[in-house]
């Protein structure tokens, strides 16, 4: 298939030659289609999250990179896996669309170089090594290591390629794999709602061309209308393609740049809410408006008169200092600035709220209350507020604080206007965790 400005078609001796890897197979021969079509065979809740679908849809069948990560989340049995599937087949048909994750960088990089996008399943925890493999896969990078039985010969493999990851829960927990993806959270299925596969791969195959054809008519309007738009935000190249192609896909012109800026946000304000470390930061900055001094200082100061480290803070003053370089994007996100100064003795690390009237505001940490209404007053504080609820240090551990030093206790009975007895319960995973330990064994570092 030959796409252009003018339009797509198939062409019998093209000018290139292909690769093709041992377990592709052959795409479809598109015809003329809508790429709505797909819509009944993503279980996505709502319009948005489709439309961030149809977009990694068409990011993906460009023919340079950088790709976005597409991640498909939400509890078992709400067809991730099938999802998955399907859309490969729209991009990379397969004959093993979907695998587990790779054990090394070396492996991820030599599946790229088999397949045209990759997925990887049912994924639980993405370790520090292979989120950064991944990321470089997503933006272009390679791998370069002595050649087998050779001594001085180096092969060298390069690649760059569109990925799929499904799993539950908050398996992207690093802010560099966040700012690439695309998160995606299909709703649950209903017992009687349940199909056969056949039956959806039936139905899906008869629609298939259509929808291959309409993603190729967005491409083509892409390739037109490239020099007629702009786009100024991480993943500039994936963004400019998308958006030069939205008369094709019935958008407005700068509704994906909002899309786009709205989920990249919330993803943000998700692994803060997350983080125990950010948290605790967001509180101190709250409570002192700014914080002066080293990174073993800042270090001391969070651990306090607690008897034992708590497992969130790195256990050096150089890893405290790593991992609030990767907070700091989402922190500005949402209103304090991180600074760096150097003087003639020490390097000064400043936490601040941001000032000017145009500087995202930072509120106080939402209080929960008591009794039947508790639920939603911390819902309300949620939805007004920018910023997660962040954990109190009292509540994360028993014993001191770790912006005031004071120390706290903790009660072994739960009163009954205890939020946790109410019929909803509003709040992070973190403080969630904090009511279920409540008057229960000490907290180990694996509790969490």
């Given at each position: ?5 003018a ?5 019998k001796?093209p ?8 377990a ?16 009944p065979f993503?279980?996505?809740a709502?319009a948005?999250?489709f439309?961030l679908?149809l ?15 597409l ?6 049995g ?9 859309l ?12 587990s ?7 991820l990089?030599?599946?790229?170089q088999?397949s045209?996008a990759l ?12 989120s ?11 791998l ?18 569109p990925v ?8 992207i927990v690093r802010g ?13 299925i209903?017992d ?5 596969e ?7 195959e ?10 190729l ?8 209308r490239r ?17 030069a192609?939205?008369?094709?896909l ?7 740049q909002e ?6 946000q919330r993803?943000?304000?998700d692994?803060?809410s ?15 408006g ?7 200082g ?21 890893a ?13 996100a ?11 003795s020490?390097r000064?690390?400043i ?15 939402p ?14 504080a ?10 109190s ?16 206790a903790?009660s ?10 109410a ?9 969630l965790?904090?009511?279920l ?5 000490p ?6």
């Amino acid at each position: 298939m030959e796409i252009d400005a003018a339009g797509w078609r198939i062409v019998k001796t093209p000018p290139v030659y292909f690769t093709r890897g041992m377990a592709s197979l052959p795409l479809p021969t598109p015809v003329r289609g809508d790429p709505r079509a797909l819509r009944p065979f993503v279980n996505v809740a709502d319009a948005r999250d489709f439309d961030l679908v149809l977009a990694w849809l068409v990011g993906a069948l460009q023919p340079r990179g950088p790709y976005p990560v597409l991640a498909l989340g939400g509890r078992q049995g709400c067809a991730k896996t099938t999802c998955a599937r399907l859309l490969l087949a729209l991009v990379d048909p397969n004959k093993a669309p979907v695998r587990s994750e790779p054990k090394s960088e070396d492996d991820l990089i030599v599946a790229a170089q088999h397949s045209r996008a990759l997925c990887f399943d049912n994924v639980s925890r993405l370790s520090a090594d292979l989120s950064d493999a991944i990321c470089r896969v997503s933006t272009g990078g390679g791998l370069a290591k002595r050649q087998l039985y050779k001594d001085a010969d180096v092969v060298v493999l390069s690649v760059c390629a569109p990925v799929v990851l499904t799993g539950i829960g908050s398996y992207i927990v690093r802010g560099d794999l966040a700012d690439r993806a695309i998160p995606v959270t299909l709703k649950p299925i209903k017992d009687d709602d349940y199909k056969p596969e056949r039956e959806i791969m039936a139905a899906f195959e008869a629609v298939l061309p259509g929808i291959l054809g309409g993603l190729l008519d967005a491409v083509s309007c892409s390739i037109r209308r490239r020099g007629d738009v702009t786009a100024r935000t991480r993943m500039a190249d994936f963004n400019l393609a998308v958006e030069a192609a939205a008369p094709a896909l019935g958008w407005q012109p700068g509704y994906f740049q909002e899309l786009v800026a709205d989920t990249r946000q919330r993803a943000r304000m998700d692994l803060l809410s997350d983080d125990d470390l950010a948290q605790e930061l967001i509180e101190l900055v709250r409570g002192h408006g700014e914080w002066r001094g080293t990174v073993a200082g800042l270090r001391e100061h969070l651990i306090g008169d607690r008897k034992r480290t708590p497992h969130w803070v790195p256990r050096t003053a150089r890893a405290l200092g790593n991992a609030i370089r990767r907070l700091e994007p989402m922190l500005e996100a949402i209103g304090i600035l991180v600074e760096r100064r150097k003087t003639s003795s020490e390097r000064v690390l400043i936490l601040k709220l941001a000032g000017g009237d145009d500087a995202p505001q930072v509120p106080l940490a939402p209080q929960v209350a008591t009794g039947a209404d508790s639920s939603v007053a911390h819902r309300d504080a949620w939805k007004h507020s920018n910023v997660p609820p962040a954990h109190s240090s009292n509540e994360r551990d028993s014993g001191t604080s770790g912006t005031s030093g004071t120390s706290t206790a903790r009660s072994n009975s739960r009163p009954e206007s205890d939020p946790i007895a109410a019929e909803e319960w509003h709040a992070t995973a973190g403080d969630l965790v904090d009511e279920l330990m409540e008057g229960q064994a000490p907290e180990t570092p694996n509790t969490r």
